[in-house]
């Protein structure tokens, strides 16, 4: 009977780790597993069956449900997740990391953005200044354009 809430816990535990790359609501789904398996545990136990993996089990159960609601509950609070707002790129200095001729790429606060230079050709390392994000793409102006 031990082996059937042994498995549960399995199911459990690969749900727990699973939540790290799914979502949160992988762990509520784990937590609720644990705590069933737990529950089947407690009850083998009052019937008599108590042993030393019944035990071992029980300890597993209560710790993988603890933590499951733990990580649930930080994934569904929601702080964790950053609003990003791309139009705070505008008016940010930038530099050129390819050939504006018009469209390149710039460097734009450590990342590397798709970038079309308004106003003519930007040699490689030149500083523009961003005017407009449009969708993945960054509208800027070369401090020093070639024409």
Do not use: C
């Not at 469209?103 to 606060?109: A, K, L, M, N």
């Not at 040699?123 to 005017?131: A, M, P, S, Y």
């Not at 449009?134 to 024409?147: D, F, I, K, S």
Request: hydrophobic share 55%; proline share 3%; aromatic share 6%.
């Amino acid at each position: 009977m031990s082996t059937i809430a042994g498995l549960v816990l399995a199911v459990a535990l690969v749900m727990w780790l699973g939540g790290f790359h799914v979502g949160p609501h992988a762990h509520v789904v784990a937590g609720v597993l644990a705590l069933v398996a737990a529950g089947w545990l407690i009850v083998l136990a009052i019937g008599g069956h108590a042993g030393p993996l019944l035990w071992a089990l029980l300890a597993v159960a209560l710790f993988i449900s603890v933590t499951a609601a733990l990580s649930a509950w930080i994934g569904l609070r929601g702080k964790g997740v950053v609003a990003y707002d791309p139009h705070q790129l505008e008016g940010v200095e930038a530099i050129a990391v390819s050939e504006l001729d018009p469209d390149g790429r710039v460097r734009v606060r450590g990342e590397i953005w798709n970038a079309t230079s308004v106003n003519g050709t930007a040699r490689l390392g030149t500083q523009v200044q961003v005017l407009r994000v449009t969708g993945l793409r960054l509208e800027v102006w070369a401090e020093e354009p070639e024409m």
